[in-house]
């Protein structure tokens, strides 16, 4: 039952329902930092807000980052697929872990998560310059 859970619950078909939710919440975390140096020159309850969401929604994705790598981790030691891969020792079983590990790195939303962020911290820091240079000159 643990290996299926492994297999199936956080490599396999389900994965890439549940990933967007998870894809998701990185988003809100990541906006609702960057709307922080925004909204607080307008309210401070609402800023603040915003950075509650912001960082609990960034605990829920870092939360499931974790538990996948860590899920990750685990299939490699228990096969020791590190060692049988490089004898070419690979049994059937094995090889369909190391191709869900490989496909779930290769299909990993987080480049486009990274990219997202770069560009939401560099239009935030432009609009924060724009509002201070305002509001001081």
Same mark, same amino acid.
């Given at each position: 039952? =643990?290996?299926?859970?492994?297999? &199936?619950? #956080?490599?396999?078909?389900?994965? $890439?329902?549940?990933?967007? @939710?998870?894809?998701?919440?990185?988003?809100?975390?990541?906006?609702?930092?960057?709307?922080?140096?925004?909204?607080?020159?307008?309210?401070?309850?609402?800023?603040?807000?915003?950075?509650?969401?912001?960082?609990?929604?960034?605990? =829920?994705?870092?939360?499931?980052? &974790?538990? #996948?790598?860590?899920?990750?981790? $685990?299939?490699?030691?228990? @096969?020791?697929?590190?060692?049988?891969?490089?004898?070419?020792?690979?049994?059937?079983?094995?090889?369909?872990?190391?191709?869900?590990?490989?496909?779930?790195?290769?299909?990993?939303?987080?480049?486009?998560?990274?990219?997202?962020?770069?560009?939401?911290?560099?239009?935030?820091?432009?609009?924060?310059?724009?509002?201070?240079?305002?509001?001081?000159?």
């Amino acid at each position: 039952m =643990i290996d299926e859970q492994i297999t &199936y619950g #956080v490599l396999g078909p389900k994965a $890439k329902k549940y990933s967007i @939710y998870f894809f998701i919440f990185g988003l809100i975390g990541a906006f609702g930092v960057r709307l922080v140096l925004i909204i607080s020159h307008f309210s401070q309850f609402w800023g603040s807000l915003a950075w509650y969401v912001a960082m609990i929604s960034y605990l =829920i994705f870092y939360h499931h980052r &974790y538990y #996948v790598e860590f899920s990750r981790k $685990k299939i490699i030691e228990k @096969y020791d697929l590190l060692k049988k891969f490089k004898k070419e020792q690979l049994s059937d079983l094995e090889k369909n872990e190391l191709l869900m590990i490989l496909n779930s790195v290769y299909f990993s939303r987080s480049t486009y998560n990274f990219y997202i962020l770069y560009v939401a911290t560099v239009a935030a820091l432009i609009l924060e310059i724009i509002i201070d240079f305002i509001k001081y000159f």
